[in-house]
C-alpha cells in the first residue's frame, strides 16, 4: 500500500509548489510579453528636411502621408497571471491626405493596412489578424474627418499647436463616429500630427481578445503619429 505523505510534507510542499507556480509565471510573463513601446511621440518621427518645404504663401493646400514615415497602432491593457501588462502593435503602412485653408483643415482622410499591423508576439499577431480583426475579410482601417477644424494659429516651425478632431472610424467594416485631442507640429517643412483615439471595442463589435492567461478589457487605444508632406 503506498504510503501517504505526511503532514508536515503537506505544510512544506504546499507553499512550495505556490512558489514555484508564482515564479514559473513570472518567467512566463518574461517569455511571452516583453516590455511594451513608448507612446508615439514627435520623437519617433522619420522626416526629410526640407523634402516637404511649405511654399512661400504658408501651408495652404493640400499635404499626403509621406510613404512609410508614419505610424498607426494599438495600445491596450491586459492582465497576464494576474500581472498588469501592456500590448501593443504597430504599422507604417499608412497613407493618406490633408488639406488646409487658411487657418482650417477642412479635409483628412487616412487608411491603414490592418494585415502589416505587427506587435513583439507571432502569437498576439495571429490572433489579432484572425479572429479579433479579421484582416482577411476587412484588410483596411480608415478615418475620415467630418468637422472642419480651425485653429487659432498654424503651427510655425518647431511650435506645437493642440486641437481637437472629431471624425468617422472605420474598423472591421463599421464606421462610427469618434473624437480625439492631438497635437499638430512643423518640423522640416513637413507636418507631423501625434495622439491618440480612444476605442470601445463594443462599439466597433471587436471580439474579445482574452485567453488563456490573459485577460483583455473592453477600451484600448489607437495610437498615431502622421507626417504629411508635399
Do not use: C
Not at 149 to 165: Q, Y
Not at 174 to 200: C, E, F, M, Y
Not at 208 to 213: F, K, Y
Amino acid at each position: 500500500m503506498p504510503r501517504l505523505p505526511s503532514r508536515r510534507s503537506l505544510i512544506i510542499g504546499i507553499p512550495l509548489a505556490l512558489l514555484v507556480v508564482f515564479v514559473g509565471g513570472w518567467l512566463l510573463i518574461d517569455a511571452i510579453q516583453g516590455d511594451a513601446p513608448e507612446e508615439l511621440s514627435f520623437d519617433d518621427a522619420t522626416t526629410t528636411p526640407g523634402t516637404g518645404a511649405p511654399a512661400p504663401d504658408g501651408v495652404e493646400g493640400t499635404w499626403t502621408i509621406a510613404e512609410g514615415a508614419s505610424t498607426v497602432g494599438y495600445r491596450v491593457k491586459e492582465v497576464l497571471f494576474g500581472q498588469d501588462a501592456i500590448a501593443a502593435g504597430r504599422t507604417t503602412a499608412v497613407t493618406g491626405s490633408l488639406e488646409i485653408t487658411g487657418s482650417t483643415i477642412t479635409a483628412t482622410e487616412v487608411e491603414v493596412d490592418m494585415a502589416s499591423v505587427a506587435s513583439d508576439r507571432s502569437q498576439r499577431d495571429g490572433q489579432f489578424h484572425g479572429r479579433i480583426m479579421s484582416t482577411d475579410q476587412f484588410p483596411k482601417a480608415a478615418f475620415r474627418l467630418t468637422d472642419p477644424i480651425a485653429l487659432a494659429a498654424l503651427p510655425a516651425e518647431g511650435e506645437e499647436v493642440a486641437f481637437t478632431m472629431t471624425g468617422e472610424l472605420t474598423l472591421r467594416g463599421l464606421a462610427r463616429s469618434v473624437t480625439a485631442d492631438l497635437v499638430a507640429t512643423l518640423k522640416g517643412g513637413q507636418i507631423l500630427v501625434n495622439g491618440k483615439i480612444p476605442i470601445d471595442f463594443d462599439e466597433f463589435e471587436i471580439p474579445d481578445a482574452s485567453g488563456g492567461p490573459a485577460s483583455v478589457g473592453r477600451e484600448g487605444d489607437l495610437e498615431l503619429l502622421l507626417v504629411f508632406s508635399r
